[in-house]
């Protein structure tokens, strides 16, 4: 079974301060995704990376960066912690060769961040 | 550019009666179909798939079937148990790209 694990499942950060998310997958997988999870909104894109040291942003990069020196594992970065980057978020890996069309993302449990 | 609508929630049914969540499309070309289920405290993990038109995704009694002239994708079930209670999410992703997009998530609630 893939397996999608996340560093915290609860963060507690003060405004200002630099918050690292951790992701690892166990699985070999070549994409990984980052997203946030508001209420009402679904999940949006923050980053992804296709390959180590590989990057591209998602639809809402603002405020975030992205890390991925192993291909195991990526972090998402907030240099400076606002309170409306309060939300749930999700990582996701997925091995799928490019343009497959059945293609599934496997998810990580969230990390709940709240930045007061 | 490619979105996803889903009806919007929460649906509280009642243990062993018929469920449908609506979800509709907008996309280039013919993008592969997703529903996605969140349990609480979980991520989220694939229900079931659908590739091309009049293909029919099921799993663990749930069913959706592709559906291009009306571009939807709606999920059923015939009767559902309180264990369903979670947060589905609609999903496509565009043949010519990676990554999937969302639709807004509609919670169910199954009382017994």
């Known amino acids: 079974d893939v397996k999608v694990t996340q560093s915290s499942r609860y963060l507690v950060k003060r405004t200002g301060e630099k918050v690292f998310l951790e992701c690892v997958q166990d699985m070999d997988h070549e994409n990984m995704f980052w997203y946030r999870q508001d209420p009402g909104l679904g999940l949006r894109l923050i980053y992804f990376?296709?390959?180590?040291?590989?990057?591209e942003k998602g639809d809402i990069p603002e405020g975030y960066s992205v890390s991925r020196e192993k291909k195991e594992r990526f972090s998402l970065i907030l240099e400076s912690a606002s309170t409306n980057q309060t939300s749930m978020y999700l990582c996701?890996?997925?091995?799928?060769?490019?343009?497959?069309?059945?293609?599934?993302?496997?998810f990580g449990p969230g990390t709940r961040l709240t930045v007061t | 550019g490619n979105s996803v609508t889903q009806m919007e929630g929460p649906v509280t049914l009642s243990e062993e009666a018929f469920l449908t969540i609506n979800c509709t499309y907008t996309a280039t070309g013919y993008p592969s179909l997703f529903w996605y289920v969140q349990y609480p405290g979980e991520g989220l993990q694939l229900l079931l798939k659908a590739t091309k038109a009049d293909d029919k995704g099921s799993n663990k009694g749930f069913e959706a079937t592709y559906r291009k002239e009306t571009t939807s994708f709606h999920l059923e079930k015939g009767s559902v148990q309180v264990s369903d209670s979670a947060v589905y999410f609609c999903a496509l992703r565009d043949p010519y790209g990676n990554k999937l997009v969302f639709g807004a998530g509609t919670i169910l609630r199954v009382k017994s």
């Open positions: 990376s296709y390959d180590v040291k590989m990057k």
């Open positions: 996701a890996s997925s091995s799928t060769p490019w343009r497959e069309a059945a293609y599934e993302q496997y």
